[in-house]
């Protein structure tokens, strides 16, 4: 098996500790000799990932350029607009890309990516991250910080893909069901083995919304897997109810 690796946060968390380093010196000039604590650290954390997981090669997934969910949902993301970048930032994703096997894919975000690919190929990959969005894709999955591996199954997968839609996501901008927290979408979802999307829609419109309005966040939550994605065209399939 082979290790997909969520870079994007990897490397936020590297330049982000090198910016704390930093103290209170906000001064845009890197300092690389300073600084190579932090992309050591992060080739070793690679290599320790390897390591713990028994996996082989690592590919280590990037955010591609644009986003297709800005079509869907213009105020995506919108709260991160603004907000300066780590001074390393840049530096180490160059790095990763000079030194690691890397995948980015215009369009679509590192969790998706992952999620294609590790649906394209089940049991070939372990996929490595400490975000719970990707608790929307099957398979085995490894979270750094826990230093935990465990199996997510297909209906758990799909469970936190529904959970999701309703309980939506202030991190990542969307709003989900309003007035839905993580309790009341237990409860909806509680038991339910078919069809979930009725029960998701029919709590949107006891909000007074609409299934279009359900379908936008759901466009908007869903990692896409393999059957998400027109890999002839290289574009998403816009995600919709069977």
């Known amino acids: 098996m082979d290790l997909l690796i969520d870079a994007d946060l990897l490397a936020c968390q590297f330049a982000y500790a090198y910016e704390a380093s930093r103290a ?3 001064d ?10 932090a992309i050591s650290g992060f080739d070793s954390a690679v290599e320790r990932m390897l390591i713990e997981t028994g996996t082989k ?13 800005y079509s869907i949902l213009p105020t995506y993301k919108l709260n991160r607009q603004g907000r300066p970048k780590p001074i390393l930032l840049d530096t180490l994703i160059e790095h990763a890309w000079d030194t690691w096997a890397c995948k980015a894919v215009d369009c679509l975000e590192a969790d998706d990516v992952m999620g ?13 991250t400490m975000d719970k969005d990707l608790k929307q894709i099957p398979g085995i999955h490894y979270n750094w910080r ?5 199996k997510v199954q297909s209906s758990e997968a799909d469970y936190w893909f529904y959970f999701q839609v ?3 996501d202030s991190t990542d901008g969307y709003a989900g069901c309003p007035g839905i927290g993580v309790k009341r979408a237990r409860t909806v979802l509680k038991g339910v083995t078919e ?12 909000k ?35």
């Open 116 to 128: 294609i690919m590790a649906t394209s190929l089940p049991g070939c990959y372990v996929i490595a």
């Open 166 to 168: 309703l309980t939506g």
């Open 24 to 26: 209170r010196n906000t």
């Open 57 to 69: 090669n690592p590919v280590l997934c990037f955010t591609g350029s644009d986003n297709f969910r």
């Open 28 to 37: 845009d000039i890197l300092d690389m000799d300073d600084a190579s604590w």
């Open 195 to 206: 069809d979930p999307w009725a029960c998701v829609v029919a709590t949107f419109k006891s």
């Open 208 to 242: 007074g919304l609409t299934e279009a309005d359900a379908l936008v966040q759901a466009r908007v939550a869903r990692i896409l897997r393999a059957k998400d994605y027109n890999f002839k065209e290289g574009q998403p399939i816009l995600w919709s109810p069977d």
């Open 146 to 150: 826990k230093e935990r591996l465990r």
